[in-house]
């Protein structure tokens, strides 16, 4: 099983970027699917979480301006991230809570990161 993000980039504040995140191999079902990001010297930070029923959390920072989403048939998860700060700066990471077609093996996988830079 591997997660591949796209999307990252360099944009201005006040512009949105779309970062998709795409989930192959050998899955049987996939739980939660979430955001997190990292800025340099920080921890890892949860952004926004999808549960498979559709139901949606947000850190504080970004309600409202962030949206997730999924496509199940797709094994998808997006983040439609608008109104960007320099804050908002920061190696994004796809993580999956997925069980496995081989063994119904349950983990949590993560992507390789994209980086997001919102210039002032």
């Known amino acids: 099983v591997q997660l591949v993000e796209s999307g990252g980039g360099l944009v201005q504040a006040g512009g949105s970027l779309r970062l998709s995140c795409a989930a192959s191999?050998?899955?049987?079902?996939?739980?939660?699917m979430a955001w997190y990001r990292q800025a340099p010297g920080k921890q890892r930070e949860l952004v926004a979480v999808?549960?498979?029923?559709?139901?949606?959390n947000y850190a504080d920072s970004v309600k409202g301006r962030f949206t997730i989403s999924r496509d199940n048939a797709k094994n998808t998860v997006d983040l439609q991230m608008n109104s960007l700060i320099p804050e908002d700066t920061s190696v994004y990471y796809c993580?999956?809570?997925?069980?496995?077609?081989?063994?119904?093996?349950?983990?949590?996988?993560w992507g390789q990161g994209t980086q997001v830079t919102v210039s002032s």
């Open positions: 191999g050998s899955i049987f079902s996939i739980n939660a």
């Open positions: 993580n999956a809570d997925i069980t496995g077609a081989v063994g119904f093996w349950r983990r949590h996988y």
């Open positions: 999808i549960q498979s029923g559709d139901s949606t």
